[in-house]
């Protein structure tokens, strides 16, 4: 079997002004990816991504992008749902121009209604949400994240099933997972991706009994022992470092990497 084709890149790539020069300084320290977070505000404007955009394609660095926290599709309210659609949407557009493939999100709560009212909801609006991305024919994927908190929509099976039938992407949180289920279920999400591309977040997690509490900086045996099955999955796989720290954790993952390659 051949081996996975792993890149490595940091959550976060600085206000507007800055980010020519920070994509230029990833590449010199070998971070092929990078995650957009646009999770407060969408930040980037339109005239804005042509100059970005080739600035990754020339540092070969594949972009990606973190929606809004302010994302439930499961609202009790129907216009949270829609505003929740609404700002996907925008990411989408955004990522269209940017070469920024994968769009994540937090897709919602369940609230009051059960797991399975809840999945059929999130299905329901990311159709929804799909058919305008193809209707604006935008070369982007939505891709739902594993959650780290047992009270939030996106557990392995939930994202897994939401791939089957809407043929949408995801994004596996290998913290998110630890902190969900108090293992890192390596078995069961090779099991339940069978795709060849694989977008993932990892770091640090600290976590209670109802799950996450905060992200921490990436153990350096974390990081070798993901690494090494991950290695052996014959797939392309970017890791996002979501820790407090994340170009420097990072770097470590990236020279841990190559030892081990």
């Known amino acids: ?18 980010i020519i020069r920070n994509l230029e300084e990833y590449s010199k320290l070998n971070l092929k990816a990078a995650e957009i977070e646009f999770t407060y505000t969408i930040y980037i404007s339109e005239k804005d991504t042509k100059e970005i955009r080739e600035c990754a394609q020339k540092n070969n660095i594949k972009l990606s992008i973190h929606a809004p926290y302010f994302i439930n599709l499961n609202s009790e309210d129907p216009e949270k749902i829609e505003s929740s659609k609404k ?17 994540v999100f937090h897709s919602g709560f369940y609230s009051k209604n059960k797991p399975k009212e809840t999945y059929e909801n999130i299905k329901m609006a990311i159709l929804e949400i799909q058919d305008t991305i193809k209707k604006n024919k935008w070369d982007v994927e939505l891709a739902p994240e594993i959650m780290g908190k047992i009270n939030v929509f996106g557990s392995i099976d939930e994202i897994s099933k939401l791939t089957k039938e809407t043929g949408c992407s995801f994004t596996i949180d290998f913290a998110h997972i630890l902190a969900r289920y108090k293992e890192n279920m390596l078995n069961e999400v090779i099991e339940s991706f ?10 640090g997690i600290e976590y209670t009994e109802k799950g996450e509490k905060k992200h921490i900086p990436t153990n350096n045996n974390d990081w070798k022992n993901l690494l090494s099955v991950l290695l052996n999955l014959d797939k392309k796989i970017t890791i996002i470092n979501e820790s407090p720290i994340p170009i420097d954790d990072a770097i470590n993952g990236v020279r841990i990497l190559e030892k081990i390659s």
């Open 194 to 203: 069978p795709q060849k591309n694989w977008h993932c977040h990892f770091s």
């Open 1 to 18: 079997m051949n081996k996975s084709i792993i890149r490595i890149g940091p959550a976060g790539v600085g206000p507007t002004k800055d």
């Open 87 to 103: 700002r996907i949407l925008h990411c989408c557009e955004i990522g269209n121009l940017l070469g920024a493939k994968q769009i």
